[in-house]
């Protein structure tokens, strides 16, 4: 019989998720930032036609991620390798992970050069593939360890506790990079040594997730071999997973933009230094750790989709806002304008972060329960797949959008403005999808199931 797994093994495992916070706020916070720098940076050009440049190469990245994950996802199913279908890929991957998301900003030419185009380019795809070989199968094996639904929100609750802590931790990197800039460091070298404090940070906690526990004492699979253009639309086939995943792929271009702009948001709009995104992000991360419990019991009373539904219409109303910033700062100050941003985000943020993935593993388990096979990495595959394509759609625009221009490289206000209202209207479209989720049929499926094959678990 399989063992149950403790909160302690779950914490540990998790880690994995600390480290795609790490890297996630690396490439889609700072990268960008960095690359294309406000006009009265000390940061130097380094990309030709910037924006353009840099969207293009970040496209291409995210096209090949979306390409890869169903290909990695198929791999892992059907591994059988000794030691499992998925923590072998993580092993393999978690230092390459964080290597390459450090090359990525030491760029060998220190002005605009095609050669740093070309340097981005090479670093990025690589550091995509093997994040994708550690996250898809990091994901699918969650799926798998946990199969009461109830504790798997508790499971997916500690999950994105530890990403939320990353995604903390990740916004000191401002503060590393000005305490070097006041001890005499130039902006550029002081941002490549936070982004190599980060990088060993993250790939070492992926490493202590890949060794935190032994599969086959969680997971008994039964050996199959599913090909990959059939494993890939038997996920489609569930009406309520494409309703789910689309609503998903439109919730992150939102995220996208807002991720990718927030240090403009409080540079730009607010007119504050760029270390008070850490206030922002940290007011954000403790209202979110404090209604986890809150998540946690409304999601057992109510089901997922209302949370979905409600978190949807929260950050429609404070995308809008920020549009309407002049507004705020006006009644309250720049400051606490984005302290009211931070405070207000919070509680959407541990929604999100906590019940999409929940449902994903749900359906995982249904169709397991309904075909006996086990293609929880393809499901995660098919996810990431819309996601990355999101992804892709937000990083080309979002560059041309905060620049308004194919020529210049420099972010300017009108086009930082007008990322919030085109996060909104996505997040509108994502709500609509999620309107149609029904998810208590999954749930009660699921339930049926355990109460006659497995048991309850216990928290």
Known sequence: MEKTLTGKAMFIYCLGDFARAIFNGLTATYLMYIFLPQANSALPLLLPYGALSFAIVRFIGVIFDAVIDPLI???SDNSKHPLGARIPFMRYSAIPMGLFAVLMIYVPIGHESWINVAWL?????????????????????????????KRRVYFFTINTLLFVIGSAVIYVTPIIKNALVSAGYPELTAWRSAFLVFGVLGAASAFVSSFSIKESDYVKRTPSYVPLWESLKATFRYKDFTILV???MFMWIAFSFFNSSLMYYVTMLLGLK???????????????????PLVNSLAKKIGKKPLLIGACISYIVIYTGIFFYQFFVGMVGNAVTGILIGALIGFPISITNIIPLAAFADLAQ????????????MFVGSRNLLQ?????????????TITGSVLEGNANIAGVRMTTLIAAGTIAVAFAFYLFYNDKKITKTIDDYNALHVGDEQV
Do not use: H
């Not at 760029?274 to 986890?292: C, E, K, L, P, R």
């Not at 999101?390 to 979002?398: F, P």
């Open 121 to 149: 380019f090479v670093n990025l795809l690589l550091f995509n593939l093997f994040s994708s070989l550690f996250l898809v199968p990091f994901y699918g094996l969650m799926a798998e360890l946990v199969t009461d639904t």
């Open 274 to 292: 760029d270390n008070f995104a850490v206030v922002v992000m940290a007011i954000a991360i403790v209202v979110g750790i404090s209604t986890y």
């Open 246 to 248: 689309v609503g998903y």
């Open 73 to 75: 996802a198929s791999k």
């Open 366 to 377: 249904y169709d397991t329960i309904k075909t006996g096979r086990y293609q929880s990495g």
């Open 388 to 400: 990355q394509l999101a992804q892709a759609i937000a990083l080309l625009i979002v560059p041309l």
